[in-house]
């Protein structure tokens, strides 16, 4: 159950990267805030929208070991302010934190069905990820009563469904899915038949925008998504989706943040 007086923000880095808010905690996952990728043609298309030093979180979660969801500049740059913030990922994502020397007793191996990690608020569990990457996996986080599901870099798969559902107790309220259909990952419609089956309260297409080597229009997964009668959101990266609890979602426009209530 939400509480009335519950509130969670999410931002959008860009690509497949949020920061989430609870007002006690603040958990970045998979954040790219560098330019690091430029060296292999892969250049940004708008600049970060903040500094590794001002999302200053209490955990960052990554989803698999790709430069783009695993920026070793980002993760030194957020090592060297937030040295004691716990880092959680598949077990190629722990071992590369070590090789970066970062402190082994802040690291936890998240692992499909079988690891949750908790701090206050907050209850993360790792699910099913169909990647070129066969470490990837997805994050199913309750934060604040609140069910959010990040679906990283994935294929469909009906499996993916189960996980997640069997991870967060039900649906989510929050659904966060990559719709460019590029390396691994899923298309619009691949994205929208997974927002159908999981029936979020909204969702939140990824992995567009950053590369223009690596993108897609994200208007079509919108449109389809919003005709089923679910909120479908593009948020603009560094501007924060407020959710409250306990009322029907509806999309309100206030400066610099978008509101939404569940």
């Not at 931002?11 to 292999?40: E, H, K, N």
Request: some cysteine; charged content about 20%; hydrophobic content about 40%.
């Amino acid at each position: 159950m939400i509480s009335s007086n519950s509130e969670l923000g999410i931002t959008w880095l860009g690509q497949g990267g949020f920061l989430l808010d609870t007002g006690g905690v603040r958990i970045a996952v998979d954040p790219y805030l560098s330019d690091s990728q430029r060296a292999v043609g892969m250049k940004r298309s708008f600049p970060p929208p903040f500094s590794a030093e001002e999302i200053k979180p209490d955990m960052v979660c990554i989803t698999h070991d790709h430069p783009d969801h695993f920026d070793e500049e980002t993760m030194l740059q957020l090592y060297k302010f937030c040295h004691n913030c716990a880092i959680l990922g598949p077990k190629s994502v722990i071992a590369h934190c070590r090789k970066l020397g970062f402190n082994p007793a802040r690291t936890v191996t998240l692992t499909p069905g079988d690891t949750t990690f908790s701090y206050e608020c907050i209850r993360v569990r790792a699910v099913k990820a169909m990647h070129t990457d066969t470490d990837a996996i997805g994050l199913a986080i309750s934060a604040n009563g609140f069910r959010i599901f990040i679906s990283g870099d994935t294929r469909r798969d009906d499996s993916i469904v189960t996980s997640v559902k069997n991870a967060l107790g039900g649906s989510p309220d929050v659904m966060a899915i990559c719709i460019n259909g590029r390396n691994g990952c899923m298309d619009d419609v691949d994205a929208f038949r997974m927002v159908r089956a999981l029936q979020p309260k909204v969702a939140l297409p990824t992995n567009y925008g950053l590369f223009e080597k690596d993108t897609a229009d994200p208007r079509p997964f919108v449109d389809t998504v919003t005709r089923i009668g679910i909120e479908a959101l593009m948020l603009e990266p560094g501007k924060t989706l407020l959710i409250h609890g306990e009322t029907p979602f509806a999309q309100e426009t206030v400066p610099e943040q978008v509101a939404v209530e569940v």
